[in-house]
């Protein structure tokens, strides 16, 4: 598989070090340690053998947008002590493999959507950490819960013995400049600030390849990259 523009797709050391040496200058900017932020690899739509090799080069999280894609991907790494974050729009009718194995739910956006979660998780056995996703465009049609629906949300989630209450994500708008991003990631980290701060919500999931440095400004404690390491999907 190829890129767009003819180089090989699939992460190599080279790839990854210059992701993790943007995050790390732009925590050094920041005046945060590189440790601070965790990299999530969004492997969405590559072979389980590419999140292996990534594994092999000492990445363990990694993001997926679609359930069934990541309960295939993880029942063949099983091997793995991989940390699986669901980073997709996440449907009440598709939360089962979800609640089997994810680590870390990026996406829940609505009182029922928390429910069935956290009713699923707990007949699993499991324990899941949840971020709730707020839409700050005000747009139709996008995933994630406006800024007056939160509080319900965050309740229903602390309501579920079976989830941990960890954070907060956005998706903001693409620009070309990617500074066109910083007044939603702003706008999040000022949310946070209203329902209890970073004792209450410790994680800031926000930024991708092309805004990660304008996210960790903004204090992002999570990144989800997934061209920057992978190359650009076919």
Known sequence: MTDPGGAPSGITPARLEAVRARIAAACAAAGRGPEAVTLVAVSKTFPAEAVRAAYALGLRDFGENYAQELRLKAEALRDLALRWHFVGHLQR????????????????????????LGRRVAQAGRSVRVLVQVDLTGAEGRSGCAPEALPAVLDAVRAEGSLTLSGLMTLPPHT????????????????????????????????????????????????????????HRG
Do not use: C, Q, Y
């Open 93 to 116: 009718n598709k939360v089962g493999p979800v609640a089997a194995w994810a680590s870390v739910v990026h996406a829940v956006d609505s009182v029922p959507i928390a429910a069935a």
């Open 176 to 231: 070309e400049d990617p500074r066109g991003a910083r007044a939603f990631f702003d706008a999040l980290a000022a949310l946070r600030e209203r329902h209890g701060g970073p004792s209450a919500l410790p994680e800031l999931s926000m930024g991708m390849t092309h805004d990660l440095e304008v996210a960790i400004e903004a204090g992002a404690t999570m990144v989800r990259v997934g061209t920057g390491l992978f190359g």
